[in-house]
């Protein structure tokens, strides 16, 4: 186990740079998700981190050391691919033991390690298979034996789960960080995902653009997003954000589209007047009589909860309930936002107003 | 009425004939497969069977022949020169298969690489494949002339030789003059088809073995080899078969000589039936190729029988 340092990382391919100054911390013993959309450079950091990218500038080091010009094979970590990247010619146990096969250690030995990591992945009875003959789910678990069994400073993961079934993610996500939780292997986890991002993560770092937009704990991404962004990409469903003014009149409220007037607990100094971004989860709307009143669109319930898509000044917003509601479309209803739990951003640049 | 309504019975009965035959899955079948079938009957079964019949004959050009059994067999079972034609096509395949195929791995491995002006060089290495094999014979001809040789030419003049090299004049130059000309000529096939083979492999497949720790050798003895084992099954045995068939070259280079040196099964059955005139001699010749293919085809079809790995499972 290591810790990894990744200092004013950039990545360009021919002129045209990727990532732009990446740094991020990754203490020995973390699982960091790097999370953002396609093509926000996130499964390039990861490659560049394995070694199967060049480093533009900057620099990565695992522990103490800078691995900048490592051969990948000498840098002692293991990676899940997306597609898993088994070798379609080896059985399962083949596959598995293949690294310590090529570092030249002997069949008892080899034996042993296999054995152990498909305890660990309930992968015994499988021992003898090919891939072909195996279901994704048991591919994917096949790939993660691979990297256990070489025992690694670090785990990378490019999007193990994406091609797997809903339902099957769930399980294997639970898997993966139970893994880990027995293991305490530094992992850097890359996802599209924000609920794998969310659920798995000690730290999340967001990425968009090739920059990081935001580093911290999952509840605190959740709970204090630096900026537009991020409160838009974590959470589903995701904030609603609303255009509009800060007004301290008194007291301080949101002016909002089409005047409609929505709470705050308090406005940020020298800010009367300044064009804001309004946001609010769906989960932090309540039904109540000093709410903005909005008109049903569309009732989704789940079963657990219910998601209300109603127009709140002429603007399309979500809201969840844990009650069941039965609205009708063209209902008026009064939707409140917790003034507690309301985030304003800048209009201008999109950052967070405190 | 009556006699209206007779024939338009009659009518309806054999359109509905027809138009029933037609529905019918089976008979369907049978008419689509009437083009393939009369194809392969008269461009490929009618010949081997007449073949096969003509070695069993004496037939002469412009004669009609007798049926002898299998006397043409043994005759040429005591005739030294279509023994010296087994020994000179048996070398000839295995070496010049061999050579191409390590030549076309190297080249395949090579073009798979990012080089510069990659896809002049693909096109490059296709020319031999694509110049007429008689064309690309005669250059080889006067490559190898005694008199007019560029290479002798070349190692006099940078003093290396003192007298013109007898390319096709002695046994053993002439037999590897012609598998060397045959290996120019076959190399494209091979590299390229392995090369298509070589761009199915998943890069991911490599990038995974590099972190495993595999070294450039152990990237392509575990995996490139393997993954590519199929392929090679198939070009191999194209190669061969093509090798052990040949004509083209030794009837233009040497007419199988000197002193029948260079003399295949397929230039020597040549001679005997047509240029001598003994068809009946020369389709036993013929015949007696096909033992020695019938072999190569039975290894390469195991061969080719998908390995466990490819079997089964579902993606």
Sequence with gaps: ???????????????????????????????????????????????????????????????ERVVNNVQPKERDIAMVFQNYALYPHMTVADNMGFSLKLRGAKPAEIATGVKRAAEILALTPLLDRYPRQLSGGQRQRVAMGRAIVRDPQVFLFD????????????????????????????????????????????????????????????????????????????????????KGNVKVNGAAYFEGPNGVRLPLKSAPANSDGKPAVYGVRPEHFTIADDGAEAEIVVVEPTGSETQVFAKLGGEQVVAVFRERHLFNPGDKVRLKPDPGLVHLFDDANGKRMS | ??????????????????????????????????????????????????????????????????????????????????????????????????????????????????????????????????????????????????????????????????????????????????????????????????????????????????????????????????????????????????TFTDFQLIYTITRGGPINATHLMATLSFQRAITGGNLGEGAAISNAMIPFLVAAILLSFFGLQRSRWQQGGRD
């Excluded at chain 2, 005591?78 to 070496?95: E, G």
């Excluded at chain 2, 199915?200 to 152990?218: C, F, H, K, R, V």
């Excluded at chain 2, 995996?223 to 078969?241: C, D, E, G, Y």
Aim: some cysteine; glycine content about 6%; hydrophobic content about 50%.
């Design chain 1, 159 to 242: 999007e193990p789960l994406s091609n797997l079934d809903a339902k099957l993610r769930v399980a294997m996500r639970t898997e993966i960080k139970e893994l880990h939780q027995r293991l305490r292997t530094t992992t850097v986890y890359v996802t599209h995902d924000q609920i794998e991002a969310m659920t798995m993560a000690d730290k999340i770092v967001v990425m968009h653009d090739g920059i990081v937009e935001q580093m911290g704990s999952p509840l605190e991404l959740y709970d204090t997003p630096a900026n537009q962004f991020v409160a838009g990409f974590i959470g589903s469903p995701a904030m609603n954000f609303l």
């Design chain 2, 1 to 242: 009425m009556a006699v209206l309504a007779e024939p338009v019975a009659a009518q309806v009965k054999r359109s509905s004939m027809w138009s029933r035959a037609f529905e019918s899955r089976n008979f369907l079948g049978a008419m689509f497969m009437v083009p393939a079938i009369a194809i392969l009957v008269l461009f490929l079964a009618y010949p081997l069977a007449l073949g096969f019949w003509l070695g069993m004959t004496d037939t002469k050009i412009g004669g009609v022949g007798r049926f002898i059994g299998f006397q043409n067999f043994v005759s040429l079972s005591r005739d030294s020169v279509f023994w010296l034609s087994v020994f000179n096509t048996i070398f000839y395949t295995v070496t010049a298969s061999i050579v191409k195929f390590a030549i076309g791995l190297y080249l395949a491995l090579l073009l798979n690489e990012r080089l510069p002006f990659k896809s002049m060089i693909r096109a490059i290495v296709l020319l031999p494949f694509v110049v007429p094999t008689v064309l690309s014979a005669i250059a080889f001809w006067w490559i190898y002339d005694s008199q007019f040789s560029i290479i002798s030419w070349v190692l006099i003049k940078a003093g290396l030789l003192t007298r013109y090299i007898e390319f096709l004049g002695d046994p053993w130059n002439a037999r590897w003059s012609v598998v060397v000309a045959n290996i120019w000529r076959g190399v494209p096939f091979v590299a390229i088809t392995l090369l298509a083979g070589l761009q199915t492999i998943s890069p991911s497949l490599y990038e995974a073995a590099n972190l495993d720790g595999a070294t450039n050798w152990q990237r392509f003895r575990h995996i490139t080899l393997p993954m590519l084992s199929p392929i090679i099954a198939v070009v191999m045995t194209f190669s061969v078969l093509m």
């Design chain 1, 1 to 63: 186990m290591s810790s990894v340092q990744i200092r004013d990382v950039r990545k360009s391919f021919g002129n045209f740079e990727v990532l732009h100054g990446v740094t991020i911390p990754i203490e020995d013993g973390e699982f960091v998700v790097l999370v953002g959309p396609s093509g926000c450079g996130k499964s390039t950091l990861l490659r560049m981190l394995a070694g199967l990218e060049n480093i533009t500038s900057g620099t990565i080091s695992i522990g």
